[in-house]
C-alpha cells in the first residue's frame, strides 16, 4: 500500500468530492474515524484518470487507520461502521444524492476473489476522519473489463471507463486471464472476446 496523504478543499472540486469531505467532517464531529477502499468511476475520479461526472462511490473493502498512517491491511467490507452508515445518510439529503450514493455492494467481488495483488497497490488519501483508498489502475482495469462483460458489453459505461484507462496489450492479456476466473461459462467467454475485440478496434483508431 502506498503512503497516506491529505485531500486538500479546493473550490472547484467536483461536488462528489465536497460529499466524501462531508462525510469525513460528520464522522469527526462524532469523535470516529473510518477507512475505506473505493474503485468504480469514483475511484477513476480521485486518481485524476476520467474527469466524468459520478456519483457513486463503490465501496470494495474496509480498512483501519493507523496512528495516522496508511492502514496496515484492509478486509471485506461486510458490516461498514454505523457512523460511517449515518454519515452517508445525511450527506445524501445535505447534497441532494440518492440514498445509497456510498454502498458495499461491490464488495461482494471478494467471494470470487479480487485481482492479485490489489491490497498493495492501492493509494490513500485523507479526507478529515474518512481515510479513503482508490484502487489502483491495474485493479481497476481488470474491474472495468470483467463488469463490461458482465454488463452490456461495448455498449456500457463500464466498456467506455475501460477504455479511458488506455490498457496496453500486455495489461489486457492479465486483466482477461484473471476475468475468466470469475465466470467459466461459454457464453462469458464469448463476451469476453467480444469485449476485447471492440478494445482493440477502438484504441486502433486515431484520437
Known sequence: MTGLRDREPDENEPALLRAIRAVGDLLGAEGESVGIVVVGGAAMMLGGLVTR?????????A??????RAP???APPDALPASLLRAISRVARDFNLPERW????????????????FEKRVQWLRFGSLTLGIAGRRDLIFL???????????QSVNYQDLLA?????RELTAAARWVKTQDTSGEFARML?????????DQEEPR
Open 102 to 117: 456510498m454502498n458495499a455492494e461491490v464488495g461482494a467481488q471478494w467471494t470470487s476473489g479480487l485481482p492479485p495483488g
Open 144 to 154: 472495468k473489463l470483467d463488469a463490461a462483460v458482465d454488463s452490456e458489453g461495448p
Open 165 to 169: 484507462l488506455h490498457p496496453d496489450e
Open 193 to 201: 472476446e467480444e469485449v476485447l475485440r471492440h478494445v482493440n478496434w
Open 63 to 68: 480498512a483501519l487507520p493507523w496512528r495516522g
Open 53 to 61: 461526472v459520478t456519483e457513486d462511490v463503490d465501496i470494495i473493502a
Open 72 to 74: 496496515r491491511r484492509i
